[in-house]
């Protein structure tokens, strides 16, 4: 396993105890299912249930999940908030080093919205706390997940540009698209050396 980061206070958002169950319980699913890559509620499901294992209290409801947000873990930094936390799965892009360099991810689909500035207020809402990434992007070259955490981003200071594909933005740590053919669908790609970017681990499977 890599830590890439941790906060400010030395303290992981990611236990050990926590990546162990998750990471059992990716190498268990791998038992069964050898080719089929976890995502969407599978993902979501192994991270409330190693939660739960390690004695957290987690809401959770497969079928039915506020905009954004996924599951709550409760007083997860020891503040008494309940944490949303939203799971994605995302794409891990590497350099010419064999490095990670950036990580981009699928979200919001803005249709019922007409303006852009109606899309970006829509985005930018407190929907989650954080953000979960696991990448499956290496489970076939090298039988192993990174999972990325990060903090949520945020778009409308940021200068918009158009073009026949949608809108389209770029800053020093992220770039992003709102795309017409996909539903008005956001997706943003963040640098790797970002701030955004908390902690990643590799969890490679037996």
């Known amino acids: ?28 699913h791998h038992m069964l299912y050898k080719t089929l890559s ?18 957290f209290t987690v809401k959770y409801d497969v079928e039915n999940h506020v905009s954004g947000k996924d599951l709550e873990v409760k007083n997860l930094f020891n503040d008494g908030r309940d944490i949303g936390v939203s799971c994605k799965s995302g794409k891990i892009c590497l350099n010419k080093q064999n490095e990670i ?3 981009e991810i699928s979200s ?19 929907h989650e706390d954080v953000v979960y990434s696991l990448s499956s992007t290496l489970f076939n070259s090298h039988k192993k997940y990174i999972l990325t955490v990060f903090t949520p981003l945020k778009f409308k200071n940021f200068k918009w ?22 539903s008005d669908q956001l997706w943003y790609k963040i640098n790797y050396d970002s701030p955004h970017i908390l902690e990643a681990y590799e969890i490679c499977i037996n």
């Open 38 to 55: 976890i995502k969407d509620k599978y993902w979501e499901y192994i991270l409330t249930d190693s939660y739960r294992t390690i004695g």
């Open 1 to 28: 396993m890599i830590v890439k980061k941790q906060d400010t206070n030395n303290k992981k958002i990611v236990s050990s105890e926590l990546l162990s169950e998750i990471s059992k319980r990716i190498n268990i």
């Open 161 to 182: 540009e158009t073009n026949k594909s949608g809108y389209y933005m770029k800053s020093d740590f992220f770039t992003a698209k709102i795309l017409k053919q996909c």
């Open 101 to 103: 360099a950036t990580i």
């Open 108 to 126: 919001y689909r803005t249709t019922k919205y007409k303006t852009l500035d109606e899309k970006l207020n829509y985005i930018d809402e407190e």
